[in-house]
């Protein structure tokens, strides 16, 4: 089974894109589309005194692609509505986030790929009575990856755990007084996930380990949550009068607020004189290169 895809506006409008003759939806996926496949990586090589060159560097880069789509409509008036829909849903709307494209896995999980429309659309011809348009999008995804819709929870109780493991959220309860221990985490991705880390306190100071890359937080009062966001590099508290505050001054010295990276992970979370109201937790979207 293949994938079904949709388009979702900023404002959350929703057209189902049909890739196969059972579908009733007016909006049909056009087989020229391209630009799903690999992403195209930003390589950076220098001149050698040697053979050759020398690597530097390399980075993904953003993904431009063509989305075509076929608009059918009963009547010519249906078909013309069809259109301005379209138009509308691939707008971006300043404040909102960006349109994107959903694919649905054939067994249910949802990713996302927010998109910038470009152009296309544009040398649009009259058709005649029973015809459809086939409309070819220029778009570019900032983010090059498909990102996953939703975070399941994973809960680790007393550094010891009490459900069936699920990758994408990862929760620990942080009982004694010095509570340490090591979290196993699966990013079933194909690329590097950025987490969101949700600390309450009480707690003197919070240290998060992946490996060589660390990070420490702290103070964190009784009752205190403070989320620290590692795609955005922002460190907020979360809830009351000063929900929102920028806290980011409590970080510690050179602080790697480290992606995860495809794969099972060891990560080791500490937090001194921590209470048994005292918890830490991770959840990150696995992102994935290829849906067609």
Request: with cysteine; net charge neutral; aromatic share 8%.
């Amino acid at each position: 089974m293949h994938p079904t895809f949709a388009i979702v506006s900023p404002r959350g409008q929703r057209i189902e894109l049909a890739t196969s003759a059972t579908s009733s939806s007016p909006f049909a996926l056009d087989d020229e589309t391209t630009g799903l496949g690999f992403v195209d990586r930003e390589v950076q090589v220098t001149p050698s005194t040697t053979d050759g060159g020398r690597f530097r560097a390399s980075r993904v880069a953003s993904r431009p692609f063509t989305l075509v789509v076929n608009v059918w409509g009963r009547t010519v008036a249906e078909r013309d509505a069809n259109l301005r829909t379209l138009s509308t849903v691939i707008r971006r709307v300043n404040g909102l986030p960006l349109p994107r494209l959903e694919a649905t896995l054939p067994g249910g999980d949802v990713y996302e790929l927010p998109f910038i429309h470009e152009g296309g659309g544009d040398a649009l011809k009259r058709q005649p009575i029973g015809g459809f348009y086939s409309v070819p999008l220029s778009l570019v995804a900032p983010d090059p990856f498909w990102t996953a819709r939703d975070a399941t929870p994973y809960t680790v109780e007393g550094l010891q755990s009490t459900g069936t493991f699920l990758p994408q959220l990862a929760e620990m309860h942080l009982t004694s007084s010095a509570a340490s221990g090591v979290l196993y985490v699966d990013n079933v991705g194909e690329a590097d996930a950025y987490p969101t880390w949700r600390l309450t306190g009480p707690t003197t100071l919070a240290t998060i380990k992946l490996g060589e890359a660390s990070w420490s937080l702290g103070p964190i009062a009784a009752g205190e949550v403070i989320n620290v966001d590692t795609k955005a590099r922002t460190v907020t508290l979360s809830g009351g009068a000063n929900n929102g505050k920028n806290v980011y001054d409590r970080l510690g010295p050179a602080p790697r607020l480290f992606p995860i990276p495809p794969g099972r992970n060891e990560l080791v979370v500490s937090m001194t004189a921590a209470t048994n109201a005292t918890s830490a937790t991770c959840y990150f979207r696995p992102r994935l290169e290829v849906i067609l």
